[in-house]
Every structure is written in C-alpha cells, then in structure tokens.
C-alpha cells in the first residue's frame, strides 16, 4: 500500500508536474516528521507553484484547519503559491482524491 504523499506526488505527475518534491522532513532528534512551513507535504512546479498537504480523507477537516490557523498561509497567498489538502479514500477497490483548495 503507497502512503498518501506518494499517492499525490503520483498524481501531480500525471496532471503535468514536471517538478514535484517531497518537502516534509523526518527529524530525529525531536522524532517527529516536520512540514515545510509547517502545513505543507509537497511542492509542485509548473505551470504554477503548489504546496499540498497530503493526508487520509477522514484527516482533511483536522488539516484545514492546521492550514487556515498557520502564520504561513496569508505569506504563501501573498507569493502567489496554491495551497490544497489531498485527502486520500480507498473506495470499492479504487483509490480516491478529495482536493480542497485552500487559498
């Protein structure tokens, strides 16, 4: 079973991302995993810079939340970089993508 990051880096790719990275970090002296800025999973370049917050679908709401409650997210906005949550289901065998936009 892939996680929900690899799930969304497969999916930026397919929707014509040629640049897209995992950004969320793993530190092991506070053994926690760390976002970039805090609320972002992965970046994708081009046509246009977007950050997303890759999660289960049952997680969205929480990780609306962290987003809209971040000091990072007016900064982004401001920078023009598209914030979105992707909320992964596995429905009737398939996987599915829930993707709310956020700025």
């Known amino acids: 079973m892939s996680s929900p990051t690899q799930r969304t880096l497969a999916h930026l790719r397919a929707a014509g991302y040629p640049l897209v990275q995992v950004v969320e970090r793993w530190n092991p002296f506070a053994k926690v995993r760390q976002d970039l800025f805090g609320i972002i999973d ?26 809209t409650e971040s000091e990072a997210l007016p900064i982004l906005r401001k920078a023009g ?16 993508l829930r993707e709310v936009y956020i700025s």
């Open 81 to 96: 970089i598209r914030v979105l949550v992707h909320g992964w289901a596995k429905r009737k065998g398939r996987w599915t």
């Open 42 to 67: 992965v970046v994708a370049v081009c046509p246009d810079i977007v950050g997303v917050q890759a999660t289960s679908a049952s997680n969205v709401a929480a990780r609306i939340a962290k987003i």
